[in-house]
């Protein structure tokens, strides 16, 4: 597909073929279909089944095909022959491979070679969050499909409208101006992917009728022309005065309100308390903490009186943070439109999303990056990336798609770029044509920005947006913790450098040829410094090792300066020779910012910004590396590093966070509301009071107004007998020394427990490691329910697409299946929670922590962390009101009633 292709383009075939998980005497394809369309003939037909004796529930639900269809379908041989057949003459074909069997696909077609349409999904529409054919289709048609199944014609039909709609749209620069410019580039690709589009674009309507012709503008390669441009807003000069308030009364009277204008909403005295507890903080200017039970409604519940507030109130500003981005994009696509909806007299308050700046990518940096050499595969991810700067406001720049990713990292070119086109640094308002420029001034002129928990940390950082928000709502708050640790720890990381080395190198090399003097000194020093780098990476990675001979590969471990291995293995000498290096490259090749001995050296403009983009980087890595130096020394922080197998990652962070909230986040905002459905451990507050510094009160120095401390909790609406929680008989001690014995009880009750319930389980792990032992033993036992299984790295929207419409279905998850999921109504009746979810007494936060605090204090944390993870992992099971189950967990040491 990314080879170059030369040939005349004809027709069009588009093939699909639905396979199974294991092969029937050397074939895996069930069911295929195949259409070919020519600009003067009708659209022609092949479908067949094929005889296949290892059909499983979970493909049953994915083709609508039944074993007895199978039993009674040609062999294969004769399927594939006809299909052979039907191809003959066809030098491509298309395929929407949405479960990477394209290789089966090829040896049942014969020698064909294929242009995926899953990953021109993920290349032309980057901004939608899934690629599964349900929900293509229902991109495509505008509307929801209640069907879960496709079989292969349908999903041939699919391919063929995917290919309508990129060629008619996305490349139609009638409908995106920008079109003229991607197809000067795809043109230039000089790859079967490029050819086959741009043809069908050109000829589209020999195609597929229609009145337009998409091509009408010249192909350009002017590709920023196309690009937003910032408006800038005048930051509103509203007369500062005391804040109007909003009245108890008037939140009851708004939902009232919000029930008769809305038929699907169902108003809800618990609603309004939190509602009342909101506005009393936005009142008062108090740091409240809002436990909310599930069922609460709380996003409603915050945005009725902030909304309320900031009409009355012209000069406030809010942010909303949040740990999901699921949850940020709710608040802004939904919540927010509903509520402006019901009430017409907010509809004026301009709300804005922001992310962090490494969310963006760099336009500037982009186009320093191209290079006129580039072609094929490389020109494409390229060309990717320009497209996610088109598409900047839904697609994020570091969260490229699984097939992107597969066809377009070959030699790490891909994560070289992404690395090097990063908005992180150097931005400067000058640049109005850049998204991150175009967010930073909606979200001046906004006064309700939706934003993560890590932006809120760094939002007084940013000169833009500095001191302009006072209020901050912090939903999800039991991960605010984690976020500031991240936000404000340092991170060094050996991929990182070698990619910038990997791009430097040959651009020095180039300039050596023809330098002179000490030019040719400076670069020979240069690249010298790149050889240590590169080998003082790898000799600390041996040495980090070193401290931990045993552990696994990718395993986060401490790094403690007190270890012997730390002097034997001289890490601080390679930490301080790297550190040394970077600086030194800085300093050898200062005169890089010399305009006048860029010229004399005959450097073009593109080449030298490229290279200061990679010296900043240097002295940016130095200074980590400085940081993580002291911080390996300081009790309060913990460095922790991680090695792969021919990487390595080190972070420094706070141990505790509370003293940087009290200096980040008390002393800049007014009023502050952590919210979330977990945030008490066994009915107080106290733990979390403790983590966020709220335990003592703020002074004159770190607090420049006294606030009030208010904590409230408001019980799930939901009736407790909707939940039954078991532990039940043969249920094993989940502690880590027991694990053989709790291995077996867990295989032995998970199948039984799910044949029960008639599958719609959700089982959570407490680690990869333990799901990964539980599938391997129990998977051949769950045979009669469709087993869907979380994998590392990869997005879990489609498994969650698939647990809920594959209704008997079961899910094994870990990590965001504990707390960021909702399955709501009968697709989940049965929660599985295989072990106490307690911290591993390995993770370098809790080693760091063992050092730091008394045993009562450490106790304490590490009871509160197990317990809040838990009670979201029960959380998980009613999320309405008609919704009723039972949690099992499979560990004796659980005690029932704990939970509440
Ligand atoms: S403002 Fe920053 S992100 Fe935007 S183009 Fe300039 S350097 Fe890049």
Known sequence: MLKPF????????????????????????????????????????????VRYSLLTGREKYYSGVSKEMLAAAPAPQAAADRLRTFLANQKFIFVLDNHNRIEDLKKFCGDVRVVDLSFAAEFFLPHLES?????????????????????????????????????????????????????????????LFGAAFLHITEHYKAYFGGLFDPCTLSETKNWQQFLEKAVKFPPEQKEK???????????????????????????????????????????????????????????????????????????????????????????????????????????????????????????????????????GEQLLTWLYFVNLVFHFRDADGDAAGEKITAYLNDDFYFYQLLNEISAKDGCTPKHSRCPAQVVTAEA???????????????????????GLFKIYIIDEANHFENAVRGALGQEVNSWEVGDVL???????????????????????????????????????????????????????????????????GRIKDRMNTLKQAFQDIGKDLKWIRENDVCRSLKIVSKTSERIRIYLNKFGEYAASVSAIETGLVSEDKVTAYQCFRKNWSVVSQSVEVAELIRRHIYE?????????????YRGSFDAFSNITGLDSPLTPENGAKAKAFRFEMIPSPFSKDAAEIIVPQGAANGRFENKAEWLASVVRLIPELIEKNKGRSLVLFSSYSDLIAVAEKAAESITTYPLLIQ????????????????????????????????????????????????????????????KLMSPKAFWMRYYYDAEIKMKQGIGRLIRSDTDRGKVVILDSRYKIGSEK
């Not at 740091?287 to 309320?308: H, R, S, W």
């Not at 939706?450 to 932006?455: A, R, V």
């Not at 300039?511 to 000490?518: V, Y």
């Not at 800049?668 to 008490?680: Q, R």
């Open 668 to 680: 800049k905002a007014d009023c502050i509301v952590y919210t979330a459905a977990t945030l008490c």
């Open 131 to 191: 690629y599964t054919p349900k929900r293509l289709w229902e991109y495509l048609n505008g509307r929801q499909r209640e069907k879960a199944f496709f079989t292969a014609a349908e999903i041939v039909d699919l391919s063929v409208e995917l290919v309508k709609h990129i060629c008619g749209n996305v490349l139609n620069d009638r409908i995106f101006r920008r079109a003229a410019a991607i197809r000067y580039y795809l043109r230039k690709s000089h790859t």
């Open 6 to 49: 030369d040939e005349k383009i004809q027709q069009l075939a588009f093939v699909y073929a639905h396979s199974g998980l294991k092969a029937d005497r050397n074939n895996r394809i069930y069911s295929y279909a195949a259409a070919i369309i020519d600009t003067d003939k009708p659209k022609a037909v092949s479908e067949s089944f």
């Open 791 to 850: 994998q590392q790295g990869v997005s879990t929207v489609n498994l969650c697409d698939e647990f809920r419409e594959i209704k008997e279905s079961v899910l094994f998850g870990v990590d965001t299946f504990w707390y960021g999921v909702d399955f709501k109504g009968d697709t989940l009746t049965q929660v599985i929670i295989t072990r106490i979810p307690y911290p591993s007494f390995f993770d370098p936060i809790q080693v760091a922590r063992k």
């Open 444 to 466: 001046q002129a906004a006064r309700l920005v939706i934003t993560n928990h890590h932006k809120l940390v760094l939002l007084d950082k940013d000169v833009s947006l500095s």
């Open 241 to 375: 005065s005391a804040f109007k308030k909003i009245s108890s009364e008037l939140m009851e009277s708004l939902y009232r309100a919000m029930s008769d204008a809305a038929k699907d909403y169902v108003f809800r005295p618990s609603q309004v308390e939190y509602a009342k507890h909101l506005a009393a903080a936005l009142n008062d200017n108090a740091i409240l903490t809002l436990e909310a039970g599930t069922g609460t409604g709380k996003t409603q519940g915050y945005l009725i009186p902030v909304m309320e507030f900031l009409y009355r109130n012209p000069h406030a500003r809010v942010v909303v943070s949040t740990y999901t981005k699921s949850l940020q994009q709710q608040i802004f696509q939904r919540e927010i439109s509903f509520t402006k909806e019901i009430f017409k007299l907010y509809q004026d308050i301009p709300v804005a999303v922001l992310k962090g700046k490494s969310g963006y990518i760099c336009a500037e940096k982009l186009n320093h990056a191209y290079e006129s050499s580039l072609e």
């Open 502 to 568: 990997r791009a430097l190198e040959p651009m020095l090399k180039n300039i050596l040829k023809r330098a002179k003097g000490e030019y040719e000194h400076d670069l020979d020093k240069a690249l010298e410094r790149i050889s240590t780098i590169r080998e003082t990476i790898r000799l600390l990675r041996a040495s980090l090792i070193a401290i931990n001979p045993k552990a696994s590969l990718g395993q986060v471990k401490e790094l403690p300066c007190d270890h012997p291995a730390f002097e034997e």
